[in-house]
């Protein structure tokens, strides 16, 4: 009886090889596709790691989400942590959203092989950026971004900013308006202008959504069955110096459903 106790504590108190933490993190898609960076941690020494990748939002109509085989780490004897690039994967204005697979194997002193599975999310944000941002005719630098345009599962969200920066020599005035208007609803446009101020030569002059907290955010509730929001966001800000003036803007519809909401 006192042996069946003894063996069945060893049992109890064997940890098996496996994976402890997982995270996987990724820069903005300017164009190129956003950079996947893993981090994964086991309770015992990793031979090498089968990492998987499947692009879950938003998905093409005949699009199938499945994993994919991007990579195979190899890792030297006494590795119990790993930092790991995985490649480029292209974002969405909308927030693209990917599943990330890990399948560790494990080699033990007596050359005994197990493994372990770990998955985890990671989102892609792909900007949309006025196609004229930069310096014109006045020499001020000017640049807007809608940087993301979602569905959160209660509010239609846009999210973006616009700056002027003043490379010349004289002093020069910003403004601008930032719009978000649901095209299909009778609703109100929630439009804000921005500011008129005067920068001198060396200083910025710039506006987030955010500095109006969410009140660019359209409330949508749950949607359901067919019901859509077709929304234009709009970021245009604007300089004058002199009897010059120029603008810059980012402008984008998109089309929002229950589908939208991750």
Not at 36 to 65: G, Q
Not at 71 to 87: A, D, E, P
Not at 248 to 254: D, F, G, I, Y
Request: proline letters at 2%; a negative charge; charged letters at 20%.
């Amino acid at each position: 009886m006192l042996l069946s106790i003894y063996l069945i504590g060893i049992v109890n108190n064997c940890e098996a090889a496996s994976i402890t933490y997982l995270n996987v993190t990724a820069n903005t898609d300017y164009g190129s596709g956003g950079e996947f960076y893993a981090s994964l941690s086991a309770n015992e020494n990793i031979s090498y790691i089968d990492w998987y990748v499947k692009h879950t939002y938003p998905l093409e109509e005949d699009e199938v989400s499945e994993y994919k085989h991007v990579l195979t780490s190899m890792h030297h004897s006494g590795t119990k942590s790993v930092y790991v690039y995985l490649g480029s994967f292209d974002g969405n204005i909308k927030i693209a959203e990917y599943d990330i697979k890990a399948v560790a194997t494990f080699t033990d002193a007596e050359n005994n092989t197990s493994s372990d599975t770990s998955t985890t999310l990671t989102s892609v944000y792909k900007p949309h950026i006025a196609p004229d941002s930069g310096e014109k005719e006045t020499g001020v630098y000017g640049y807007s971004e809608l940087t993301a345009h979602y569905y959160d599962g209660s509010y239609i969200v846009m999210d973006g900013y616009a700056c002027l920066y003043n490379n010349t020599d004289d002093d020069a005035t910003g403004s601008g308006r930032f719009r978000h208007t649901a095209l299909n609803k009778g609703l109100d446009e929630l439009e804000q202008p921005l500011p008129i101020s005067t920068f001198p030569s060396g200083q910025a002059y710039g506006y987030s959504t955010s500095d109006w907290g969410t009140y660019f955010n359209f409330f949508a509730g749950d949607l359901r069955d067919t019901d859509s929001w077709e929304c234009n966001a709009y970021l245009r800000i604007e300089v004058q110096q002199g009897n010059e003036k120029e603008d810059w803007l980012a402008q984008m519809n998109n089309t929002f459903d229950r589908n939208d909401y991750r």
